[in-house]
């Protein structure tokens, strides 16, 4: 952990962005792709430093329908939104996962879905709960619409088999995947059991790959999660 000094002088930014296109993207244009940013920056807003990325996906499932895409041509853009979707929707009735809906007594009723698939934080800023609320901010900028978001509980340098011959950016290089535990068991825990902590469900009975969240339910461990950095 690093020992961020002037820590009133600082700042944390993010910054999100959704690539489209006004061409045919047939079913890939309802699984937006969004990648976000946060950055360290003095109290001007100057010297950014880029410390954390996240990666995520929401699948607008709703808005596919009415263009006469099934659900399941939607989740099919890539295999972690496929496996996704084999977690928590009924493609034959195109609905969602029965028993699911029934965690959540039946409150899965908006349409769409979000996605974190991947979030990294620098090792030397981790431990000062930016992580945390990078997913915060993240689900409260894209949230609307969704009657679930999701996270796959594998850390993502396991998730991805990192090889460090495929570096291919300056803050890939910094994450030092490397160096990180490959106790694969013990490093599983530990993240499901944070999941666990800032709000998010576990139904091993259902899938054992992701945690849910369900936003139209009150969440008292992610409402605590406060912007205060």
Not at 134 to 145: L, M, R, S
Not at 156 to 173: R, V
Not at 182 to 198: G, H, V
Request: glycine letters at 6%.
């Amino acid at each position: 952990m690093n020992e961020i000094i002037n820590w009133d002088d600082m700042n944390f930014s993010t910054k999100y962005k959704i690539c489209s296109s006004l061409g045919a993207r047939e079913n890939a244009r309802y699984s937006q792709e969004i990648k976000g940013e946060v950055f360290l920056e003095d109290s001007t807003g100057n010297n950014k430093k880029l410390i954390g990325r996240l990666t995520g996906n929401k699948l607008l499932l709703g808005e596919g329908a009415n263009d006469g895409w099934d659900a399941y041509s939607i989740f099919d853009n890539e295999q972690h939104t496929l496996d996704l979707g084999n977690a928590i929707y009924d493609f034959q009735n195109q609905d969602w996962n029965q028993q699911l809906n029934e965690k959540y007594n039946d409150n899965l009723i908006d349409p769409n879905v979000l996605f974190i698939a991947s979030i990294e934080i620098l090792p030397e800023y981790q431990g000062h709960k930016i992580g945390t609320k990078f997913i915060k901010d993240f689900v409260t900028n894209f949230v609307q619409g969704c009657a679930i978001v999701a996270i796959c509980k594998e850390p993502f340098y396991i998730q991805t088999n990192f090889d460090k011959e495929l570096i291919s950016d300056e803050f890939t290089e910094k994450m030092k995947y490397d160096a990180m535990d490959d106790d694969y068991e013990k490093i599983t825990y530990k993240l499901l059991s944070y999941f666990i902590k800032i709000g998010f469900n576990y139904f091993p009975e259902i899938n054992e790959q992701f945690v849910f969240m369900c936003p139209a339910i009150v969440n008292k461990k992610f409402s605590k999660i406060e912007f205060d950095l």
